[in-house]
């Protein structure tokens, strides 16, 4: 059978080579420095980061990723190879498989290169941004990213895009059966804990320009600017999960993490809520980050770590970090499906 020439190919965010403090300076820098991330002008950009966040944030970091480390490397970068592997014996050695990393190693380019080098006659890639739900700071940055490198380096190749899957019922049953085991009778409470973004992100991708949160239940009012909405399709994700494992609405709750700066962050934030759960007396919570799909420093470190101490000293007794998808074989057989499909549909593009 003749090699694909479409390949497919998974983008995740990336992480430091190590947890040295001069390699998550390097990863820090790149990260921060993207427009979507920090979106003020450049020259202020380059003032926060390089004058209030690199000489004190590698350090801490640094040992941050240090009690997370795995034997392998970089968790989220393990994992998502190991997501590679089992993608790739599932669709077979004739479909070109690879995976990317928005910042880090391996790059963009590096992942293109290597879809390439498995068949030099390629034309499409899929691309696939692994966010479920879509925000500037994410999908959008990968999308356009990749976009700028094909452009500039690979410019015979044809995209094709994987649409924010936050409602998918694959993924909505990868990461509802992939709770399951955790959520026991002695859980007190269930928290959705997504990666938290600035206020203003949420307004600047409104299309409508007068929607989201510029009135009463935005993300509950139809309109268009859910297709670009973040904080929508967070909640979206959080009702079809509850309703797949028909969770009472007094068992659970959702909330946002990792705020950075001073600016307004989506509420309500994480820390706050497994503080509230404390003092109301929750004993025991799980906590599942389904922004994520592989495990990393934002749900090992900060939520089973950080997070659980904060709980234990507001009054609770344990916290229990529901692990990501990760390479769980129902997020494969989601990845497989997408894959499958834009496989059928890359010929017709590329005859166009």
Known sequence: MAKSKTGIFLVNLGSPDSFEPEDVKVYL?????DKRVIDAPEIIRKMIVEGAILPFRPKESGEAYELIW???GSPLIVITEQVEAKLKQRLGDDIPVSIGMRYGNPSIEAGIEDLLKQNP???TVFLVPLYPQYAMATSETVIEKTKDVILAKFPHLHTVIKDPFFNDPKYIKALAESMK?????????ILFSYHGVPERHIKKRDITGDHCLKCENCCEVSSPAH???YRHQDL???KQVVEYLDLDESRYSTAFQSKLGV?????PATDKELERLGKEGKKKVAVVCPAFV???IETLEEIGIRGKEDFIEAGGEDLVLIPCINDNDLWIDALEDWSRKALEIAPELERV
């Open 181 to 189: 085991p955790y959520i026991t009778d002695d859980i007190d409470h």
């Open 121 to 123: 006659e390629l034309e």
């Open 29 to 33: 820098r790149e990260f921060l420095m």
């Open 227 to 229: 297709q670009f909405c």
């Open 294 to 296: 592989s495990d990393c």
């Open 263 to 267: 600016d307004p962050w989506l509420l």
């Open 236 to 238: 979206m994700t959080t």
């Open 70 to 72: 795995w034997e392998d």
